[in-house]
């Protein structure tokens, strides 16, 4: 081996090593451009990763508490579009009676056979109102926290809306 080969030998690896620096480096840019995140690793900046984390708990536990407020919101609206029904059928209930003031025996009869089809029609939409097994329509409650730590909280308590 001469001397030139080891001085060449030497100066490759002198340019290695910050070639190999470089590429290091570079991966470590293309990762924090693909996850947005400064630090991805205690390695990193421990203190930096470790406050991140806790940001990214805290931040998944209120992202869960407004999952439950979104179904909540579900619940009560599958009540109130099962009382709006509930208040339609009750209005045709009032008109049967009505009319069955006025009406000859025969009449009655027929509209007393339309009353209690009406009747059960509200005990099955009354039972038919809940969203993801929660019924306020059949006396149900739900809580809802607003918070991480579950001190402000919404409890939601239905009634039995049937013809009993």
Not at 71 to 77: F, L
Not at 139 to 145: A, N, Q
């Amino acid at each position: 081996m001469a001397l030139n080969d080891i001085t060449l030998a030497g100066g490759m690896r002198t340019n290695l090593i910050p070639l190999q620096m470089v590429s290091a480096l570079q991966s470590r840019t293309t990762q924090r451009l693909s996850t947005g995140k400064r630090v991805n690793s205690a390695v990193d900046d421990p203190a930096s990763y470790f406050a991140a984390q806790n940001h990214m708990n805290r931040a998944n536990d209120l992202s869960a508490r407004k999952d439950s407020m979104g179904e909540a919101v579900q619940t009560v609206k599958a009540a109130l579009q099962g009382g709006d029904g509930i208040t339609k059928l009750i209005e045709q209930m009032k008109g049967l009676a009505a009319s069955g003031r006025s009406a000859s025996v025969a009449d009655r009869a027929t509209l007393a056979t339309q009353f209690d089809a009406l009747r059960d029609q509200i005990d099955a939409l009354s039972g038919d109102s809940g969203y993801k097994g929660t019924n306020f329509l059949d006396g149900d409650t739900l809580t809802v926290e607003f918070n991480e730590d579950g001190s402000s909280s919404l409890t939601i308590t239905g009634f039995t809306a049937t013809v009993a």
